[in-house]
């Protein structure tokens, strides 16, 4: 086993990761990157459609607009000190990006392009807003390219393909974590003063996902196991266009240049559901329409997908019925949606400029996660006690601004603003803080949960359990739920889990690239994470976002302005008998904006 | 239907056979829409967890699952059954060293990468309203196809030149050099041509093709390299690319 020290340590090379990494970097700490793929395969990369900003390059725009998007359209859950900080820094943090390099499409004038998406708004809700910007439909692939460069160019220390499997906990501070070197199976120990986490999300806890086959919520699940809570996993957001089947995202840019939904009668039904912004809605809403009209037998063919459409005629048919000026053509539709067109063709066998594309919604994206503070500091309980030295940003992280439901383009801007500010924090403890030691055997506890692994002889595969709870997830704590299906996923994964402890059984028992074992090993990441995500969604008795109970099918302010924080009872790296979870309600949502201006306050959410 | 894989397997820690060696698997009920990315997990899913490979997005966008299927460089989640056929073989990327089965060494690669500079340097201040630098539409356009590069290695890897010589930069190293040269904002282009005038540089490319078709981003890589060659011969970056001309794909 080898021992690394370095002020700051970061858990994955995603855009969060990466910008946490050049900007403590910049700070004057000595930086490791650890991540299990290669920076560039991070998932930031498959983001597409934009980066939300309110730069105004093509119309007026502000900050606090973009904050009052974020607030509406989380339904009022995101702490909103958190939401004036993304939507303040977003436009720093934009510039920035270009500063380094990003290679924005361009307005006439030689600015950074910015285009229409869901739920974002002009003057507090009155019409859509072009605020996202974009670099055709490939901003994240261009946001991380970016960032990895700049990172070479400033000598970050990357450690690639190391699989962090624990973080080190001692005398109340984080100081490290342990990884698994991937092509030789060997433990490494990084010893740090400022740990932070930028693992993405979970997706893959569903069977029908957008995620990649590595989100697989690793980082979420370690420090879970090791007492930090996690906070609203039952805010988990379906994006309602994932391509049928598949569940490989179509961008939400396909409507912000036009495209419409369409149920088996032709019909553009999100007139009925959001009649002012009708497809650009925000995600919960669509997603939620999409199922209603299946289950209403409009379902294309009568089956669980609908259309979208943006073939030329179609969005030039619905421009000049709102009369709009503005038209496209099917150059403009293949210069600006490459990607959905390759994506499309290549998948579906359709192609978007002559046929309508079949869409069902697809799990994408984890609201909730490890508690942070506004600087990225994890934050352990409803008092807002910081764990010293543990720091987290992105997708695995929960600031909250996202709330109850994110907006599109909010990923990036999330990732970026406190990847920032994390890498920043990092920085200055480093230049204050002691190195904390580490405890005796710093690695033992998950060297024998990877041997316990290595050597499992029982008779079920990971890859029959993860299909099993997938199903059960999609199932019962999709889009809709309802406290009996809930109740039976929740005892559904507990057996699986039992299961994964007692009946495993892998084939390969070597060192070098063993991805049978890690994948075994995320395996038990998913089943925790799985689990404690359907038991915050049995206690929250009511519906708000993308948490739709259809037994309490109200939005309940008077009892629910409050996040929810579970606690995994049992401690350790290992995964030990059932998994007991206790919920705390006692933190409360921060409505700062709604203190000096009642337009933020909770209203009916309508679009 | 079924379908027939014939794999390339190596595994140095293997108890009796560290020699690289063919293995066949057969799998009922597959699709003609089925990826075969979908069909590796299901070989190592349901027949043999030892079966190893890179794989991430199955998507198209991380670059990750790059081998050589029937004879050709390509993602694995981006072919289908009825792309390949019912008998299909799989082995490694040529030209990097093997570290088990389908997984490759990507060091080397990546070093070929970093040796171009793949960074924005302009050294000038920033503008001083706090805003962004400003770049036309036009200058923007033409270097928009080499930033669909996810160094997938997919090019560098079906070169024969590179083959033959693992000093030569590559395909891909050049294509994000290429990325840099023509980007009015950058000011390292004399940099990297000069990197690129070296002997393991750009006159490596015989123009033999193979990288453009297996690019699975589009890019026309062997077009680039050949706007660097030019760039290097004319000392300079400027004028070599007409707005007007670049393709937009289809």
Known sequence: MQTHQFDAVIVGAGGAGLMAALYASRGGANVAVVSKLYPTRSHTGAALGGIGAALGNLEEDKPIWHAYDTVKGGDYLADQDAVKVLAEDAVRAIIELEHMGLPFDRTPEGRISQRRFGGHTSNFGQKAVRRACHSADRTGHMILQTLYQQCIKANVNFFDEYHVVDVIMNQGHAVGVVAVQLGTGELHVFHSKATLFATGGWGRVWRITSNAHSYTGDGAAIVFRRGVPMEDLEFYQFHPTGLYGLGVLLTEGIRGEGGVLLNRYGERFMERYAPRIKDLASRDVISRAIYLEIRDGKGIQGKDYVHLDVRPETVNRYLAEAGEDRRIDAAYVAKNLAETLDVCRTYAGVDPLTEPMPVQPTAHYAMGGIPTNVNAEVVIDANWTVLPGLYAAGECACASVHGANRLGTNSLVDLVVFGRRGGMAMADYAKHADFVPLPPNPAGEVAAELERLRSSRGKTRPGDLRRQMQQVMMDHVGVFREEKGIQSAIDSVAELRERYQNDLVIDDRGQRFNTDLMEAWELGCLLDLAQATAQSALVRTESRGAHSREDYQQRDDANWLVHTLVFNKHQGAQVKGPLELEIDLNKKVNMSLAEEDERFLPRERVY | ?250
């Open chain 2, 1 to 250: 239907m079924d379908v027939t894989f014939r794999i390339r397997r190596y595994n140095p820690e293997h108890p009796t056979n560290k020699k690289p060696y063919w293995q066949e698997f057969t799998l009922k009920d597959v699709a003609e829409t089925d990826r075969v990315l979908e069909m590796l997990h299901r070989i190592k899913w349901e027949q043999d967890g030892t079966l190893s490979f890179r794989r991430s997005c199955s998507s198209g966008i991380c670059g990750s699952d790059a081998m050589r299927i029937n004879g050709r460089n390509a993602l694995a989640c981006k072919l289908l059954i009825r792309d390949v056929g019912t008998k299909i073989q799989v082995e490694p990327i040529l030209g990097l060293p093997v570290i088990k089965d389908l997984i490759v060494d990507m060091e080397p690669f990546f070093a070929q990468y970093r040796a171009i500079m793949p960074y924005l340097v302009n050294n000038d201040p920033l503008p001083d309203d706090g805003r962004e630098r400003l770049q036309s539409p036009e200058d923007r356009i033409i270097y928009d196809d080499t930033t669909n590069c996810i160094l997938c290695a997919c090019c560098t890897t079906s070169c024969p030149s590179y083959w033959a010589n693992g000093q030569y930069v590559g395909p891909a190293a050049i294509v994000q050099a290429h990325r840099f040269i023509f980007d009015s904002r950058d000011q390292a282009a004399e940099e990297r041509l000069n990197v690129l005038a070296d002997p393991n540089g750009v006159w490596r490319c015989r123009t033999i093709y193979n990288c453009t078709p297996a690019c699975p981003r589009g890019i026309e890589v062997t077009r680039a390299i050949g706007e660097v060659k030019l760039a290097i011969r004319k000392g300079s970056p400027q004028g070599i690319i007409d707005p007007k001309n670049v393709k937009v794909h289809h």
